[in-house]
């Protein structure tokens, strides 16, 4: 990748957080040495299990935090370095829950035209008319304008949020788990919506989610975040081909089939996730890892180069 629209360089997140009564506080690495790009068009999808740290990764990249150690790039310029408004402009987030994302005491209208306001964009005139232009790009019709969040069906809200983060035309739309509070029946609807909106606008996606069959649909490639680190970066189809890292395929086996006598599927990971306060040594994946050998117990397992990056001694074949 020659010039990544967002790029990601070794960064670190660390908190410190506290561990109980008397114990005082100790460093929570959220975010350990990811080192990502996100190519201009391209769908990339960031999966793992809660807690891994996907979320952290959207903050930063947002501009909502700032990094520990690393540097986040856009266009080749140090987000550090770019005004928060003038970032805000050119990244958008759509968050997770759009019952808790939207200010249930405005209309639709002025939710959709507060990114216009807050950057005082264009004549206070001609915010109506923008409002009702993103509004048709989402597919909501225009009687819903005057509405309130608590007047709209969960799938209404996420495209008020859609319409929202578009509103500014930015070049990257941050989607962190965009369908998981929605009902199945409205989360094709709103995946379909964003690939259309993809292609129309020229949109960058980073998708955020922990649901397989989303990230299968929607992204060109995959990054796999376990305890802070991608252990495993590739094309979708490759990855869900033929995962490389045991932590990949465990997550794969977990999806369940619509085939009963299947079963529950069994991942072998055990119920016990790790405590990310005191991280495993060597490979931080081997309490889990039935492939697990003893220079995984002693040895930090390096990331291969090339278009499938995988951080295992044993990657599988």
Partial sequence: MEHPLIQIRDVTKTYRVGTGLLRGKRDLKAVNGVTLGVAKGEVFGLVGESGCGKTTAAKLILGLEQPTSGEILYHQRPTA?????????????????????????????????????????????????????????????????????????????????????????PDVVVCDEPT???????????????????????????????????VEHMASRVAVMYLGRIVEE?????LFRSPRHPYTRALLDSVLTPEPEKGLPETHLGIAYPNPIAPPPGCTFH???????????????????????????????
């Fill in 234 to 238: 590739s094309p979708t189809a490759d």
């Fill in 180 to 214: 998981s509070a929605l009902d199945v029946s409205v989360q094709a609807q709103i995946l379909n919506l964003l690939l259309d909106l993809r292609a129309e606008l020229g949109l960058t996606y980073l998708l955020i989610s922990h649901n397989l069959s989303v």
């Fill in 81 to 169: 370095s770019i005004p928060r408004r003038e970032l805000a402009r050119c990244v958008q987030p759509v968050f997770q829950d759009p019952y808790a994302s939207l200010n249930p005491r405005k209309s639709v209208a002025s939710i959709i035209s507060l990114p216009l306001r807050v950057h005082r964009v264009g004549a206070k005139a001609e915010w109506p008319q923008r409002v009702a232009e993103i509004m048709a790009v989402v597919g909501l019709p225009p009687r819903l304008a005057g509405s309130y969040p608590n007047q709209l069906s969960g799938g209404q809200r996420q495209r008020v949020a859609v319409a929202r983060a578009l509103i500014m035309h």
């Fill in 287 to 317: 309490p889990r890892c039935p492939h697990a050998r003893e220079i995984c117990r002693r040895q930090p397992p390096p990331a291969t180069d090339g278009d499938r990056r995988v951080e295992c001694h044993f990657p599988l074949q």
